[in-house]
C-alpha cells in the first residue's frame, strides 16, 4: 500500500500568513493527489485536485504543487476561516491512502 | 440539489449487525464511484473502501476487507456499508464520498455516528 506522509502535523499561524503544508507519498503516485480542508464536527470538503486544480468555488489562495512523491498546499493570506485540519490523498489503481492530517491552529 | 444524504446515528452493542447507508441524489448515481470513509473520535481520515453502483464493482482497503462489506442499489441511487458483528473499535463517524474523474472525493455525505457499547 502507499504510504501518505504529511508535515507537519500541527501548525501555528496568524491570520494574513503564508502557510505550506507538505505531503509525501512512498512511491510516485504522478499527479492523483487531494487535498481537503475539515473542521470540527462536519464533513470534508475537497479543495484541490490533480494536484494543483483548484475545486469550484474554492478560494483561489488556496494552491497546490507536485509531482511524482512530493506535494504542498500552500495557502496565500491565512484568513480565519481557514484554521481547521487539513488533509492529502492519493488515488493510484482503485487504491486510496490518506496523510494523517495537519491542524492549522491559531497562533 | 446534488447531495449525498446518509442514514441517521446508530448506538448498538458488541456482536450485533448494522447496515448504514447513503443516498445520492441530483447526479446519475451509477456513473460515479462512492467511497466510505472511517473517522474515529479525535482522529484521521481512512479510507475503508468503494463502489461502482453501475457493475457493482467493489475494491476494499485491506484494512477493511472481511470486517465490512460495501453494497449499492442503483434503483433507489444508494450505496450501503454494513458489517455483520461490531466491536466497540467500530465506534466512529462514518463518511461516504462521491469519487471524480481525477480520483478526489467531490461530494460528501454529512456523516453517520455508529457507536458500539456494552
Known amino acids: 500500500d502507499i504510504q501518505m506522509t504529511q508535515s507537519p502535523s500541527t501548525l501555528s499561524a496568524s491570520v494574513g500568513d503564508r502557510v505550506t503544508i507538505t505531503c509525501r507519498a512512498s512511491q510516485s503516485i504522478s499527479s492523483w493527489l487531494a487535498w481537503y480542508q475539515q473542521k470540527p464536527g462536519k464533513a470534508p470538503i475537497l479543495l484541490i485536485y490533480?494536484?494543483?486544480s483548484l475545486e469550484s468555488g474554492v478560494p483561489s489562495r488556496f494552491s497546490g504543487s507536485g509531482s511524482g512523491t512530493e506535494f504542498t498546499l500552500t495557502i496565500s493570506g491565512l484568513q480565519p476561516d481557514d484554521f481547521a485540519t487539513y488533509y492529502c490523498q492519493q488515488y493510484t489503481g482503485y487504491s486510496w491512502t490518506f496523510g494523517q492530517g495537519t491542524k492549522v491552529e491559531i497562533k | 440539489e446534488v447531495q449525498l444524504v446518509q442514514s441517521g446515528a446508530e448506538v448498538k452493542k458488541p456482536g450485533e449487525a448494522l447496515k448504514i447507508s447513503c443516498q445520492g441524489s441530483?447526479?446519475?448515481?451509477?456513473?460515479?464511484?462512492v467511497a466510505w470513509v472511517r473517522q474515529m473520535p479525535g482522529k484521521g481520515l481512512e479510507w475503508m473502501g468503494i463502489?461502482?453502483?453501475?457493475?457493482?464493482?467493489?475494491r476494499y482497503s485491506p484494512s477493511f476487507e472481511g470486517r465490512v462489506t460495501i453494497s449499492a442499489d442503483n434503483s433507489i441511487s444508494t450505496a450501503v456499508l454494513q458489517w455483520s458483528s461490531l466491536k466497540a473499535s467500530d465506534t466512529a463517524m462514518y463518511f461516504c464520498?462521491?469519487?471524480?474523474?481525477?480520483?478526489?472525493?467531490?461530494?460528501w455525505g454529512q456523516g453517520t455516528s455508529v457507536t458500539v457499547s456494552s
Open positions: 441530483g447526479f446519475n448515481f451509477h456513473r460515479y464511484w
Open positions: 463502489i461502482y453502483p453501475g457493475d457493482s464493482k467493489t
Open positions: 490533480r494536484a494543483s
Open positions: 464520498a462521491r469519487g471524480s474523474t481525477y480520483g478526489a472525493l467531490d461530494l
